[in-house]
Antibody, heavy 120, light 107 residues
Framework: EVQLVESGGGLAQPGGSLRLSCAASGFTFSDHKMNWVRQAPGKGLEWISFIDGNGYSVYYADSVKGRFTISRDNAKDSLFLQMNSLRPEDTATYYC?????????????WGQGTLVTVSS | DIQMTQSPSSLSASVGDRVTITCRASQSVSTYLNWYQQKPGKAPKLLIYAASYLKSGVPIRFSGSGSGTDFSLTISSLQAEDFAIYYCQQSYTTPFGFGQGTRLDIK
């Protein structure tokens, strides 16, 4: 069974940092591109970042470019999101999502999400 | 960036109704268009990928169509478990933006 489990969320101060993790199981992690998507409370979905299977290609939404860094450790079946210079508008539930080969970069499996709150 | 616009933003319908949600892209995304369903407090679930391909395990009452800039998601006969928020997403080019969502409520 495919499982994605996010962790690392919590309360951070404006200007602070957090590192989110996503532990993957039930599939060959290195074969899959991965994404981070966030959802502010009561709002819609916002795609924020993509990484290919070997970690060489990464992309970001303008809203997080230069502040967030996506990475992965295929030996540990783990995805990460380093978030620096946090702003109140980064408050959201953060989801990791799998992007399987042959599915037109759709997101076929999602974690349960981890809540990040940025507030003083 | 490609903008995705869904209509309507909200919709009330009854069990058994046929409903259609539309999604328009600000420029062509070919058939790189996906549909997701989200229920309160839960992660989104993929329903349709590549505009018209049903993800394995998704009921066949869900269908998708379109190409280029205009797409639709149709539920042929609404069931109680279908009341949720639906999002389209383009995966043609980054940023892989989502539509604003369509809330489907019970009439």
């Amino acid at each position: 069974e495919v499982q994605l489990v996010e962790s690392g969320g919590g309360l951070a101060q404006p200007g602070g940092s957090l590192r989110l993790s996503c532990a993957a199981s039930g599939f060959t992690f290195s074969d899959h591109k991965m994404n981070w998507v966030r959802q502010a409370p009561g709002k819609g979905l916002e795609w924020i970042s993509f990484i290919d299977g070997n970690g060489y290609s990464v992309y970001y939404a303008d809203s997080v470019k230069g502040r967030f860094t996506i990475s992965r450790d295929n030996a540990k079946d783990s995805l990460f999101l380093q978030m620096n210079s946090l702003r109140p508008e980064d408050t959201a539930t953060y989801y990791c999502a799998r992007d399987p080969p042959g599915y037109f970069d759709s997101l076929d499996s999602w974690g349960q999400g981890t809540l990040v709150t940025v507030s003083s | 960036d490609i903008q995705m616009t869904q209509s309507p933003s909200s919709l009330s319908a009854s069990v058994g109704d046929r409903v259609t949600i539309t999604c328009r892209a600000s420029q062509s995304v070919s058939t790189y268009l996906n549909w997701y369903q989200q229920k309160p407090g839960k992660a989104p679930k993929l329903l349709i990928y590549a505009a018209s391909y049903l993800k394995s395990g998704v009921p066949i009452r869900f269908s998708g169509s379109g190409s280029g800039t205009d797409f639709s998601l149709t539920i042929s006969s609404l069931q109680a478990e279908d009341f949720a928020i639906y999002y389209c997403q383009q995966s043609y080019t980054t940023p892989f933006g989502f539509g604003q969502g369509t809330r489907l409520d019970i009439k």
